[in-house]
């Protein structure tokens, strides 16, 4: 089952590095000011999310 953005915004602001969480939903809050879809929002934050969690764990 796909998850919804509301839960992936949730798992970036519990990513170990609070800085990097803070930087991902600062973009994130920028592709929602630019009109970015949902769908490409979620898939973008979970990228990035796995990308962070690869380096910092």
């Given at each position: ?18 800085e ?21 929002q ?16």
């Amino acid at each position: 089952m796909p998850e919804k953005l509301f839960t992936t915004v949730n798992k970036v602001k519990s990513l170990s590095n609070p800085e990097n969480a803070d930087l991902v939903l600062k973009f994130y809050e920028f592709m929602k000011y630019n009109g970015v879809s949902e769908r490409h929002q979620n898939n973008d934050l979970k990228a990035i999310a796995s990308y962070s969690s690869f380096f910092w764990e």
